[in-house]
């Protein structure tokens, strides 16, 4: 039986919802502790309970204790896959995290619940004893992070959230899960072509993200220019086009020192260097702009966090940024 690290952080799928009240809350003890020997029967199974947090309340420095502990538990415990119980508002964006930090090829599972643990019809359990197999299945191996919700297995890269309820939130737009778990087995059938780790000591930068509109101007740049963060993520329009308005005080940042990564706020498709307007991609470009390569506004934005610790030349991020 294969060595697993069950590692609890909080989040839906250790909450309890209140029958009279309806509310939904975090309990004294946490309800997936009971499932702990439905686990023991697919794999020698070490529980710890390292958070118990709402996922709104997960923040990069809980991110990289995480990223510590699993990698201290691969050396010194040789745990042969992770599992990881989390709260689905920000379950991507750790999963991400994880997915390009940690430097182990060992299978790392990211799951959720949609439902609290007493209501009718709670994903929870299920998803867990789901996650705990795939962790376990040797075609899980140097695959990256998955995320394993509603009998899908998903890359970190690719997945994000797409409802705010229903229990098959977890997509991967443009690309589709990259397999299935079957009540028999559990079946890739696609495979990840790239995966990147930076191996960084710290998380000490400052990276803001902001979602550009129709009629959106400058000032909100002006103000960040003014609050000196580490970098800039915009969510920009269609294949990577601004309003006019916003140029010049892009290029002030810009010049400034602040590297500016740009998203496509369209959550398919990648941002390309195309339009010669005013404000449009080719402009954005020559003005330095990094342009990313499919990453959702709050993955890039992590993506920028952790390459800042290895590099804040221009050329070197623009190319972590095309991988
Ligand atoms: N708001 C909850 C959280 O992210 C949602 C969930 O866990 O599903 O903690």
Same mark, same amino acid.
């Given at each position: 039986?294969?060595?697993?690290?069950?590692?609890?952080?909080?989040?839906?799928?250790?909450?309890?919802?209140?029958?009279?009240?309806?509310?939904? @809350?975090?309990? %004294?003890?946490? $309800? =997936?502790?009971?499932? /702990?020997?439905?686990?023991?029967?697919?794999?020698? +199974?070490?529980?710890?309970?390292?958070?118990?947090?709402?996922?709104?309340?997960?923040?990069?420095?809980?991110?990289?204790?995480?990223?510590?502990?699993?990698?201290?538990?691969?050396?010194?415990?040789?745990?042969?896959?992770?599992?990881?119980?989390?709260?689905?508002?920000?379950?991507?964006?750790?999963?991400?995290?994880?997915?390009?930090?940690?430097?182990?090829?060992?299978?790392?599972?990211?799951?959720?619940?949609?439902?609290?643990?007493?209501?009718?019809?709670?994903?929870?359990?299920?998803?867990?004893?789901?996650?705990?197999?795939?962790?376990?299945?040797?075609?899980?191996?140097?695959?990256?992070?998955?995320?394993?919700?509603?009998?899908?297995?998903?890359?970190?890269?690719?997945?994000?959230?797409?409802?705010?309820?229903?229990?098959?939130?977890? @997509?991967?737009? %443009?690309?589709? $899960? =990259?397999?299935?778990? /079957?009540?028999?087995?559990?079946?890739?059938?696609? +495979?990840?072509?790239?995966?990147?780790?930076?191996?960084?000591?710290?998380?000490?930068?400052?990276?803001?993200?902001?979602?550009?509109?129709?009629?959106?101007?400058?000032?909100?740049?002006?103000?960040?220019?003014?609050?000196?963060?580490?970098?800039?993520?915009?969510?920009?329009?269609?294949?990577?086009?601004?309003?006019?308005?916003?140029?010049?005080?892009?290029?002030?940042?810009?010049?400034?020192?602040?590297?500016?990564?740009?998203?496509?706020?369209?959550?398919?498709?990648?941002?390309?260097?195309?339009?010669?307007?005013?404000?449009?991609?080719?402009?954005?470009?020559?003005?330095?702009?990094?342009?990313?390569?499919?990453?959702?506004?709050?993955?890039?934005?992590?993506?920028?966090?952790?390459?800042?610790?290895?590099?804040?030349?221009?050329?070197?991020?623009?190319?972590?940024?095309?991988?």
């Amino acid at each position: 039986m294969k060595k697993i690290l069950v590692i609890h952080t909080g989040g839906t799928i250790s909450m309890m919802e209140d029958k009279e009240t309806g509310a939904v @809350q975090q309990n %004294q003890l946490n $309800p =997936l502790l009971q499932h /702990s020997d439905a686990l023991s029967s697919i794999a020698n +199974v070490k529980v710890e309970e390292l958070f118990q947090l709402p996922s709104p309340h997960i923040t990069e420095k809980e991110m990289f204790i995480l990223k510590e502990k699993i990698e201290k538990s691969i050396k010194e415990d040789q745990i042969e896959g992770v599992v990881i119980s989390h709260g689905t508002d920000t379950l991507e964006e750790t999963a991400y995290f994880l997915d390009i930090t940690v430097q182990s090829n060992i299978p790392i599972v990211v799951t959720g619940a949609m439902r609290s643990s007493n209501e009718l019809g709670a994903d929870g359990p299920y998803n867990l004893i789901s996650a705990v197999r795939v962790a376990a299945s040797n075609s899980a191996v140097g695959k990256g992070v998955l995320v394993v919700l509603n009998d899908e297995i998903h890359t970190a890269k690719n997945v994000t959230k797409t409802h705010t309820s229903n229990i098959a939130t977890f @997509q991967s737009p %443009q690309y589709g $899960p =990259l397999g299935i778990v /079957s009540k028999r087995n559990i079946t890739f059938h696609h +495979v990840p072509t790239v995966r990147e780790t930076y191996n960084i000591e710290t998380v000490s930068k400052n990276v803001l993200l902001l979602k550009a509109y129709a009629g959106m101007d400058g000032s909100v740049i002006r103000a960040i220019r003014t609050l000196q963060p580490d970098g800039l993520v915009i969510e920009a329009l269609g294949q990577g086009n601004l309003p006019p308005i916003m140029v010049p005080e892009l290029k002030a940042l810009i010049t400034s020192g602040i590297p500016v990564v740009l998203v496509s706020r369209c959550f398919n498709g990648y941002v390309q260097d195309v339009y010669n307007y005013e404000g449009g991609g080719r402009q954005l470009k020559e003005l330095g702009v990094i342009f990313s390569n499919g990453l959702n506004g709050q993955k890039a934005r992590l993506k920028l966090l952790v390459t800042l610790e290895v590099t804040n030349k221009h050329n070197e991020l623009q190319e972590l940024f095309l991988k």
